[in-house]
Nanobody
Framework: VQLQASGGGLVQGGGSLRLSCAASGDTFSNYIMGWFRQAQGKEREFVAAISLSGSSPRYADSVKGRFTISRDNAKNTVYLQMNSLKPEDTAVYSC?????????????????WGQGTLVTVSS
């Protein structure tokens, strides 16, 4: 499956952005979807993941209550709505697809990765 992320940009602290990740090449609804981020000089970290049906989202503690992951299986797209952004949210955000049966937090649990989209939050 091929993944294409978009929606990154520059935003002031407290602002919002919505990232999208469009999938192609296979049946989207067969894949767990996740978002990860990597800040400069840091390791990749889990942000959010969502089950096949769109229920049971999982979030990193650092984004819980501020970010919302959702998916539209009819549009083969997963979204990440990011509100109340903070400078520490600045990173390259990547989407990933997993053949697992339940949302995974570890990047090793994902089979396919899209290119990243840069999110920069100014203070």
């Amino acid at each position: 499956v091929q993944l294409q992320a978009s929606g990154g940009g520059l935003v002031q602290g407290g602002g919002s952005l919505r990232l999208s990740c469009a999938a192609s090449g296979d049946t989207f609804s067969n894949y767990i979807m996740g978002w990860f981020r990597q800040a400069q000089g840091k390791e990749r970290e889990f942000v959010a993941a969502i089950s096949l049906s769109g229920s049971s989202p999982r979030y990193a503690d650092s984004v819980k209550g501020r970010f919302t992951i959702s998916r539209d299986n009819a549009k083969n797209t997963v979204y990440l709505q990011m509100n109340s952004l903070k400078p520490e949210d600045t990173a390259v955000y990547s989407c990933a697809a997993s053949r697992a049966s339940w949302p995974r937090r570890h990047p090793g649990g994902y089979n396919y990765w899209g290119q990243g989209t840069l999110v920069t939050v100014s203070s």
